[in-house]
């Protein structure tokens, strides 16, 4: 099943709700006139909220490990709103709370 393909300026989070910013989008391709994010792109968390006893396994850093199988952006695939995503250095998961809808890939 496909899935929107993230961009520079969509709206993504760790889990615990620190904002997660691209490091180097790909742009050479745009959706909705923002460059496209592929999987090997890592991201830059910052303002974890993870508690404080555990606050040594904060969010730092996160990347998408599954994207698209079918459409590739420099030869990578493209990192997918509904791909398999991790932080470091403890293993949550980022959320995408808002990103474009009207380009899909598989």
Do not use: K
Not at 72 to 82: E, Q, T, V, Y
């Amino acid at each position: 099943m496909g899935g929107a393909i993230l961009h520079l300026g969509a709206s993504i989070t760790c889990s615990h709700g620190g904002p997660a910013t691209p490091s180097a989008p790909y742009a050479r391709v745009t959706v909705s006139g923002r460059p496209v994010v592929t999987v090997a792109v890592p991201y830059a968390i910052d303002y974890c909220n993870l508690p404080a006893p555990a606050a040594a396994l904060r969010c730092t850093a996160g990347e998408w490990l599954q994207g698209s199988t079918r459409v590739f952006a420099g030869g990578r695939p493209l990192a997918l709103d509904n791909g398999t995503s991790m932080c470091v250095p403890n293993g949550a998961a980022m959320l995408v709370l808002e990103c474009q809808t009207r380009v899909t890939a598989l």
